[in-house]
């Protein structure tokens, strides 16, 4: 089994014909992402990759059953394209591109909210299902199916997590991307809460990063979980007002820092990891 996405996921692009929309579009094709629809207003009836290309969600919705979407446009679009695709009915909408403005991210989220929607983003890498479906940037080559869940603010650090997972032979059920920009769709609470509801997860690897509060919001989530939560967070050497990558990952004075949040989320109950090759020690002596 696997989260939010999987084999029966009926994917659409929203940007599909643009340079990365389709560049990327080809590649989740090829993992075997159920792609079944594209939007690209003004261009609709054309195909790209053999996928259809439709004017609105809505048509994509009740023509091909689309009900999750992936997100390839400037950000500046994104809020009014996210919108579109929660009120015509889509579930999940995973928004890659970053520097999304905070008005409209919090926008999004409350429209997707009153929809009964899930956004993951902005600046995700996406989501994937190992063996399953890929949405996103996300680089397969590292990841295989198996038996542990990720959840994480960075692109690299999922990539090396799985690495790790799957060199170690526990694999990976689902890795989740909730993206780096300050204000998110999706929060680590959130994500714990559907790993640990799902059977075929036996563990979860939460990564985070400095700056924020999106993982001291997750405490009362990982205290209350049946499954063990291995927890590392990028930045434990960032000086205090430096930007480290991500727009939402800056230490301002004491607050956010990698130790703070490493010591915060150890009192909760998760065991923290300092280096990857103590991510699979861990699991092992938890029972994973």
């Keep these: 089994m696997a989260i939010l996405v999987t084999r029966k996921s009926r994917v659409l692009v929203q940007g599909i014909t643009g340079g990365a929309g389709s560049s990327h579009t080809k590649r989740m094709l090829e993992y075997g992402t159920q792609i079944v629809a594209g939007t690209s207003p003004g261009k609709g009836g054309q195909e790209m990759h053999g996928v259809p290309v439709y004017d609105t969600v809505r048509e994509c919705v009740e ?64 989501i994937i299902s190992p063996g399953q479906a890929n949405l996103g940037i996300i680089p397969d080559v590292a990841f295989k199916p198996g038996r542990v869940g990720t959840v994480s603010r960075s692109g690299s650090l999922t990539y090396y997590i799985a690495d790790t997972l799957t060199r170690s032979e526990f694999g990976e059920t689902t890795c989740v991307g909730l993206g780096g920009d300050p204000v998110l769709g999706s929060t680590f609470a959130e994500i714990l809460s559907l790993f640990d509801a799902d059977p075929d997860t036996k563990g979860v690897v939460m990564a985070g990063e400095i700056g924020g509060v999106y993982e001291e919001m997750a405490t009362d989530t990982i205290s209350k979980m049946s499954k063990p939560v291995v927890v590392m967070i990028g930045g434990v050497f960032a000086p205090p007002g430096k930007v480290m990558g991500h727009a939402g990952a800056i230490v301002e004075g004491a607050m956010g820092t990698a130790d703070a949040k490493l010591k915060i989320l150890a009192e909760a109950g998760a065991f923290p990891a300092r280096t990857f090759s103590d991510i699979p020690r861990i699991l092992k002596e938890q029972g994973v």
């Design 63 to 126: 023509k091909e059953g689309a009900d999750t979407s992936v997100i390839f446009l400037p950000a500046r679009f994104v809020m009014e394209a996210g919108i579109e695709a929660v009120r015509a009915g889509v579930k999940l909408v995973v928004v890659v591109p970053e520097h999304i403005p905070v008005a409209d991210m919090m926008r999004l989220r409350e429209e997707a909210q009153k929809c009964g929607a899930r956004i993951l983003g902005g600046n995700t890498a996406g």
